[in-house]
């Protein structure tokens, strides 16, 4: 199978939300962002149902959509990240994690440059690719594991307290 897409002015969250929708076991999911409320309330809905879903975001952006709040209380990552059978890592460096793909039970994978966004799914100039090639799903199982299995890896807790910890860019401590 393989389908792609690109997106302005196709949405392809319909077609994340549907993929999403039909996962029975696992989902492997990489974010550089994740904003897009379909997807995210997709995610919760498999999650709810005993879906095991692991969810690796980019630290940059985590920090940004939290905007301090570690709860993301005003996001609907917040609600995700609370999720049953839900677990999140987050990339400690802060050198890109920019990543748009998830896995779907093993064997379905979307990858692209479209992020999880309304900007990035409708708005921007981007691709979305569906495939079940055994080689490229070996790939990416390959390329997850090794990013999931990081030591430095953080807790979006850790990665959003630990932002204020740092000192903003161009200013000198003493």
């Given at each position: ?77 917040g609600a995700l990240l609370t999720t ?36 990035g799914e409708f708005e921007q100039d ?49």
């Amino acid at each position: 199978m393989l389908l792609q897409r690109y997106t302005n002015p196709a949405d392809v969250s319909a077609i994340d939300v549907a993929t999403l929708t039909d996962a029975t076991a696992t989902i492997e999911f990489a974010a550089y962002s994740l904003t897009h409320a379909a997807v995210i309330s997709a995610l919760i809905a498999k999650g709810k149902a005993g879906v095991k879903i692991r969810l690796y975001l980019d630290r940059t952006e985590l920090e940004s959509e939290a905007r301090g709040d570690v709860q993301l209380s005003h996001s609907p990552l917040g609600a995700l990240l609370t999720t049953p059978n839900v677990q999140t890592k987050v990339k400690h460096s802060t050198v890109l994690m920019h990543l748009k793909s998830y896995l779907v039970d093993g064997r379905l994978l979307r990858d692209g440059s479209a992020n999880f966004s309304p900007l990035g799914e409708f708005e921007q100039d981007n691709s979305m690719l569906l495939t079940d090639d055994p080689a490229t799903v070996r790939l990416f199982q390959t390329k997850f594991e090794t990013m999931w299995g990081r030591l430095d890896n953080l807790s979006p807790a850790q990665a959003i307290a630990s932002s204020h910890a740092r000192p903003a860019p161009g200013s000198r401590s003493h």
